[in-house]
């Protein structure tokens, strides 16, 4: 089975600087999808980034960028400039692809604060 | 607004009395999910649903039911709660392979 891994409890970034949440996962898959979710204190849960595994180029979103390292099994989220409004969980996740599953599985999360 | 629409946003309950959390989902997507999120563990899979009438079982489905007769609506059924349903529930929805979730609000479920 699927799992996926986020190693960092907790983290904390001063306003406007850089911050990296690390992200690994295991699948013996070749092709996938993998997600950076984000859930503020109003929990509502935000898509911010999205990874197609097949895909080489890191994607990015405006401040919110991925290192996609396929081999390695790993992905992590880069947030740079980082504002208040950052502030949240932040949660890993991943899918497989085929007709039938369903299934994203989730990391456990990194709480983020940032300092003013 | 394209949105997935979950109700109650809380609700307090007592052992063995049957509940419904409904779920509603304005953006004609086939695929319909529900998740609860407990500390540490982060959201683990209830229910999935492809379209009308096509649900399965996901990670932990022990205690819950769901049924999916139009494809906008995909309600969670608990039976007979106990305590350890108490949790965050999360009703989500997408349209292809690739996509994301969009989720719902989510409910605070405590069962006393």
């Known amino acids: 089975a699927q799992t996926v891994t986020q190693s960092q409890p907790e983290m904390s970034v001063q306003e406007a600087e850089t911050v990296t949440l690390s992200c690994t996962y295991d699948?013996?898959?070749?092709?996938?999808?993998l997600f950076w979710y984000k859930q503020p204190p109003s929990r509502q849960m935000i898509l911010v980034i999205r990874q197609e595994a097949y895909k080489q180029q890191n994607a990015t979103e405006n401040r919110f960028s991925v290192n996609f390292q396929k081999a390695a099994k790993s992905f992590s989220l880069k947030i740079s400039d980082s504002q208040l409004g950052d502030a949240a969980m932040y949660f890993c996740a991943y899918r497989m692809v085929d007709n039938y599953g369903q299934n994203f599985v989730f990391g456990p999360g990194t709480r983020l604060s940032v300092l003013p | 607004e394209a949105q997935v629409t979950q109700n109650p946003r809380y609700l307090i309950t007592v052992t063995g009395k049957k509940l419904t959390v409904t779920c509603s989902q304005n953006?004609?997507?086939?695929?319909m999910s529900w998740y609860r999120q407990d500390p540490g563990l982060g959201l683990r899979q209830i229910y999935y649903?492809?379209?009308?009438?096509?649900?399965d079982k996901g990670d932990v489905p022990e205690g819950y039911k769901v049924s999916r007769k139009e494809k906008r609506n995909f309600p969670l059924i608990l039976e007979s709660p106990s305590p350890n349903q108490t949790s965050l529930y999360f009703c989500?929805?997408?349209f292809g392979q690739g996509q994301g979730y969009t989720f719902g609000s989510g409910t605070r479920l405590t069962v006393v």
């Open positions: 699948t013996s898959e070749s092709d996938y999808y």
């Open positions: 953006m004609n997507h086939e695929y």
């Open positions: 989500a929805s997408r």
């Open positions: 649903s492809m379209n009308v009438e096509v649900t």
